[in-house]
């Protein structure tokens, strides 16, 4: 293990899952993890057998880290990862990168001056399916590209936004049930179907919560492929019911939902799926094979920063009651 990346986990919510993560990655090795809750912190670190800190800080100046993955609250990802880029350190920022689009230039341009990489977990990336179903686009199998739609439905209680402290605010998650939940799908919708000319309408509203962002958003699309698109994000289900991307053109589509399950449909019944794989598991995998062997990353910078753009742009329309065009 004397040649394994060192990861330091800043953010210790979801972030227990990602510092488990690296410590079952080969090639990998948890130096590690940093929480503001002390308590937390150590009891993570005496679970997988690493350091822990309150401050993220006294890790940055360690050579033997070479990773900072920030899985803090949303609005808070340039405070952490800035400073690690700064240092020298690649980062992982899990999704969505930012709450702006400034905050978010601001860590690709820390990357970028100090020659750092720089990704965005979405681990949607990392499903075979949906590397199936890029693959059959590419191919052309669905013929000329007409619908894509990101749907989720699922249950948040009111304490889920009450005890974090973070949820369901626009500075700290930069908005709701489509910027905490349904960025997944949001992120799909522009890494399968291409650039997205512009929102036509959007809508957002609080329809089952006490907070300040939407609890249900919905958004149509215009790609720049000519396809159109949807996008419904809801926490007011009953309970969660799903969480799908469907893309259909004029002779075939596929459904890919959030657990990586596929129904595909075609209009000659012969025609099977492609056969392709994602080239690694996850995130960590990835980072450790862009180190050692300068392989590419799934998400970097500049491609997670194209939902975060969309995301903005239906709030934007949402506000104005105005189509909004991309770039932004």
Wanted: glycine residues 10%.
């Amino acid at each position: 293990m004397s040649d394994a990346i060192g990861f330091v986990v800043v953010g210790l919510g979801m972030g227990r899952h990602r510092a488990r993560m690296v410590a079952k990655t080969e090639g990998a090795r948890l130096v590690g993890v940093a929480d503001l809750r002390a308590e937390l912190a150590q009891r993570v670190a005496e679970e997988l057998g690493c350091e822990w800190h309150t401050d993220f800080r006294t890790f940055l100046d360690r050579p033997n880290v070479q990773v900072v993955w920030v899985m803090t609250p949303s609005g808070v990802h340039a405070d952490v990862a800035v400073p690690a880029l700064e240092a020298g350190k690649h980062v992982i920022v899990t999704k969505p990168m930012e709450v702006t689009l400034e905050r978010a230039d601001a860590m690709i341009a820390a990357a970028e001056r100090n020659g750092r990489l720089l990704a965005v977990d979405f681990d949607m990336r990392f499903l075979k399916g949906a590397w199936q179903i890029r693959q059959a686009i590419a191919d052309g199998m669905f013929g000329k590209l007409i619908l894509l739609e990101g749907r989720l439905k699922w249950f948040r209680s009111q304490e889920y936004y009450s005890q974090s402290g973070w949820r369901g605010t626009w500075r700290y998650d930069g908005g709701g049930s489509l910027a905490n939940q349904t960025i997944h799908l949001i992120d799909q919708l522009v890494w399968l179907g291409g650039e997205v000319a512009g929102v036509e309408a959007a809508r957002i509203g609080v329809f089952a919560h006490d907070i300040e962002t939407e609890d249900l958003g919905v958004a149509i699309l215009r790609f720049r492929n000519g396809a159109m698109g949807t996008v419904l994000g809801t926490t007011t289900c009953p309970r969660d019911f799903y969480a799908v991307v469907e893309v259909h053109g004029e002779k075939g589509g596929a459904i890919l939902d959030v657990n990586g399950q596929v129904r595909w449909f075609f209009r000659d019944e012969s025609v099977a799926p492609p056969e392709v794989s994602p080239p690694f598991a996850n995130s960590a995998e990835n980072m450790v094979a862009a180190l050692r062997g300068g392989a590419s990353l799934v998400c970097d910078g500049r491609e997670g920063r194209k939902s975060l753009e969309l995301l903005t742009a239906i709030y934007r329309a949402a506000q104005t009651g105005q189509s909004v065009s991309l770039p932004l």
